[in-house]
């Protein structure tokens, strides 16, 4: 596939070709604090994930690298670029449609929430995986990712990068914790938002009946108490 990047200014358009269909897949830049510049993270059907430095500066050749290559995954979303425990630039997170979850530094080294062969992926769940969200759910300065999870009957949350405990909740793997959130499906990604009591995020399950419900988990102020509300969509 072909990624091209346009630059206001009369930058001339940049391509990079790389192995694998990237369609419903966008590139991501994201400042890092790298003295090598932003990074543009793109991945690509394959189970691969590409990384190039210095993408805003005069002079880069469009030079994407494949940091990540994961068997069998098939990309559910976008990948996204969070900084959960402090070490700069942070790491990319992603979720595949066989029901896991992966985190990988920018040069490849897997983030160890797993175990076997492959401690930068973690089998979850279910096998219906949202998008990762960045996100504030204990209050310390990294960040933590969220990640929602179902199969046909239930839908879990599963937090990376929570130090506090969750009460009713569970951890998995290195240290992710988890709580269910609602019987049914999942059948949307979530949604930052908040208000007087806190921030937090929104997300839509569909029950028996085709009953579909939207939900608000408050994830601050920080708690080992996760709180949840829910209504009914007519």
Known sequence: MQLDVVFDGGVERVGSSFDGNVTGLSPIIVDAGDPRGSMIVQAADTGRIYVGWGVERDGWDGALTRVIEVPG???SSSPIVADIDGSAPGAVF???RDGRIHAYRPDGEPLPIGGGP???SLEVGGTIVSAPMALEADGDDPAEVLFLV???DTVWCYFLGRSLPIDGGFTVGNGVRGIVLAPGTLVSHPVAGGGPDGDGFFVLTAGSNAT???HYVRTTPPSSEIAF???TVE
């Open 73 to 75: 995954a098939v990309w």
């Open 118 to 120: 492959l401690p930068g």
């Open 150 to 152: 179902s199969d046909s």
């Open 212 to 214: 579909v419900r939207l």
């Open 229 to 231: 509300e829910t209504w």
């Open 94 to 96: 992603a979720a595949s």
